[in-house]
């Protein structure tokens, strides 16, 4: 009986010993998982975390493009706005450069019309001066009437060319300046039929002759 106790204790001590193992290896086994499960655990804390801030990322974006859309909307709006001003401008430059071309060419028109004014009543003045003369001198001028009919027509024709040439009254032209504007057959200015000289002064002199009473009235 001695003998066999220390074995039966020894038995029994080995069997706890391996319970005890077997119990050790569940727990490390069972810590392992925990810990795997805790990394796990960590990773997917992580990723979550990580999923968080693009999403924070993605939101401050978007708002950043809703921003951004609304102020190219509002930058559009400004053009629209900017290019119908300048469309009314440039309609109302347009209307105003119509309203000044058609005042010049009203006021070349007049300027046109009061020559012929003048021409006709120089005419009339030259005519009635030719009566005069010719009641004076009991008969008719042929001479002096043919002359003062061709210092009328250098004239006329010095004030229609000034006046197409923008010439200002200081200004002499030349007998080539002036045959033009004396008829389609012209190639020459007239000639005094009495042997005058004709002289034809600036534009805003009356032509002469060289013969006594040959001038025209002023």
């Avoid at 997917?44 to 951004?68: F, I, K, P, Y």
């Avoid at 010719?134 to 250098?154: E, S, V």
């Avoid at 000639?191 to 534009?203: D, E, I, K």
Wanted: glycine share 8%; net charge neutral; aromatic share 2%.
């Amino acid at each position: 009986m001695k003998i066999v106790l220390p074995w039966i204790l020894v038995i029994g001590l080995g069997a706890g010993l391996g319970a005890l193992f077997v119990s050790g290896n569940a727990k490390d086994r069972e810590l392992a998982a925990l810990r795997e499960e805790h990394q796990q655990a960590e990773a997917a804390r992580a990723e979550l975390d990580e999923a968080r801030s693009q999403a924070a990322a993605q939101s401050n974006e978007l708002a950043e493009l809703r921003q951004d859309k609304v102020d190219l909307l509002k930058l559009r709006n400004e053009v629209g706005q900017l290019r119908g001003a300048n469309q009314q401008l440039s309609s109302q430059a347009q209307n105003a450069k119509s309203e000044a071309d058609r005042a010049q060419a009203q006021a070349a028109q007049a300027m046109k019309n009061g020559q012929a004014n003048a021409q006709k009543l120089a005419a009339l003045q030259t005519e009635m001066e030719l009566k005069q003369r010719a009641a004076a001198a009991g008969g008719p001028p042929n001479a002096l009437n043919a002359c003062l009919n061709n210092l009328r027509q250098i004239d006329a024709a010095k004030q229609q060319w000034a006046l197409e040439h923008g010439k200002s009254a200081y200004i002499v032209p030349t007998a080539q300046d002036l045959i033009p504007y004396l008829g389609l057959r012209a190639n020459a200015l007239p000639a005094c039929p009495a042997g005058g000289t004709y002289t034809l002064n600036s534009v805003g002199q009356l032509p002469t002759c060289t013969i006594p009473g040959h001038a025209l009235p002023k």
